[in-house]
Structures are given as C-alpha cells and as structure tokens.
C-alpha cells in the first residue's frame, strides 16, 4: 500500500505565498509522475502542475509565472511552492502519484487535501 501524506495549506493574505508538500510512502518500487491538483467549492479537480520523473514541468495558465513545483526522488517528495496567491486560488489542494509498487505493477495514489484560503 502506498500513502501521499500533504502539508503546508493555510490561510493567508492575496498577495502572500505557501509551500506544500507531499510525502509518497509505502510499498514503492518507483515514484513516476507526480502533480499537484485543486479543487475549489462547486468546480471540477483540476490540474495546477506536474512534474516527471525526469523533473519536467508543466502548469496551469492560470498559475503560471506564479507556482512552482519540484521533487526530491530520494525523499519521494513533491513540493508546490505558491507565490502572489490571489483569492481565485482558494481550494482544497491534493497531491497525485502515479507509483510503481513493482517493477509490472503502477497506480496512480491521491492525498487527503489540504485546504488554501487566500484572503482579500
């Protein structure tokens, strides 16, 4: 079994900046890609950024310019890092992995969420 563990979700000011991260844990052969997803009250999930296992990136339009995201492959970790957050970016934020648990076998996992409130 494989568990995404995230951290770094809050309140803060239109303006300010938050860093997430997502720690993959478990019965891991590999970590593939991974990304960062939101979804805001009454809206679809939708994509923000993802990185490959590789370290390439793609993003959003809407966060581009803004967002960040990188990986440490030996801590298994993702990291979203936020600046000049507006309001529209409220959501809750989950972390996607796509695992391989062995060398055949890979699911993609999803963490808990962690809630971003960007105030006005």
């Known amino acids: 079994q494989v568990q995404l563990v995230e951290s770094g979700g809050g309140l803060v000011q239109a303006g300010g900046s938050l860093r997430l991260s997502c720690a993959a844990s478990?019965?891991?052969?590999?970590?593939?890609?991974m990304g960062w997803y939101r979804q805001a009250p009454g809206k679809q999930r939708e994509l923000v950024a993802h990185?490959?296992?590789?370290?390439?990136?793609n993003y959003a339009d809407s966060v581009k310019g803004r967002f960040t995201i990188s990986r440490d492959n030996a801590k298994n970790t993702v990291y979203l890092q936020m600046n000049s957050l507006k309001p529209d970016d409220t959501a809750v934020y989950y972390c996607?992995?796509?695992?391989?648990?062995?060398?055949?076998?890979?699911?993609?996992?999803w963490g808990q969420g962690t809630q971003v409130t960007v105030s006005s």
């Open positions: 996607n992995a796509n695992v391989r648990t062995t060398f055949f076998r890979a699911n993609d996992y």
């Open positions: 990185i490959t296992s590789g370290g390439s990136t």
């Open positions: 478990g019965s891991i052969f590999r970590v593939n890609d």
